[in-house]
């Protein structure tokens, strides 16, 4: 197999981790929200969102997450002039991140299968935000491959932050007063 080969295979499996890393935090609020209805809907919600938790980790962000390391090794191992690039530096410490957001969430997955619901699901939203920015920071860092731009890109970052979690707040509001509506 060539570079190109593994760059392609690595780019699918990042796809698809982070296709993951999106849904997950997703399922978690959903989840978090079945604890408050009524039983036995209750029951019924938490254990269909515990079946679907399980499967997206073990079958979908795991495997893919440890397929798009292995290409991106191979990738270094191909053309280790990469590991010189102030770039790549920063791109490797952000993946480093991004396994410790994955294992994060793993930890996150285990809790609530085990009936621990420490996170509001307002907090598991803005925590769903987290995958957004390390892919936001990680494609501009490898599209840019400078440091001095991608200086101006963190800056853009967090601005994109702030109106991501300003955005969180506003539906937020707007579903509580749409509730408040509703008991009305």
Avoid at 42 to 48: D, P, S
Avoid at 111 to 124: D, I, T
Avoid at 150 to 156: R, T
């Amino acid at each position: 197999m060539t570079y190109l080969h593994f760059k392609a295979l690595h780019i699918i499996f990042v796809v698809s981790w982070f296709a993951g890393l999106f849904y997950m935090p997703r399922l978690f609020v959903y989840h978090t929200e079945a604890n408050e209805k009524p039983s036995p809907e209750r029951e019924i919600l938490i254990a269909q969102f515990t079946k679907m938790e399980k499967l997206l980790f073990n079958a979908i962000m795991t495997p893919a997450c440890w397929l798009a390391l292995l290409c991106g090794t191979a990738m270094l191992y191909i053309t280790p002039a990469w590991l010189d690039q102030d770039w790549m530096k920063l791109k490797l410490v952000f993946v480093l991140g991004l396994l410790a957001y994955h294992s994060v969430t793993r930890k996150i997955l285990l809790e609530l299968r085990a009936g621990k619901f420490r996170f509001s699901s307002f907090q598991l939203r803005l925590f769903n935000e987290i995958a957004t920015i390390f892919l936001f920071s990680i494609v501009f860092l490898v599209v840019l491959k400078n440091t001095v731009d991608w200086l101006w890109g963190v800056l853009g970052l967090i601005a994109f932050a702030i109106v991501i979690m300003t955005a969180v707040r506003i539906v937020k509001r707007m579903r509580e007063k749409k509730a408040g509506q509703h008991l009305e």
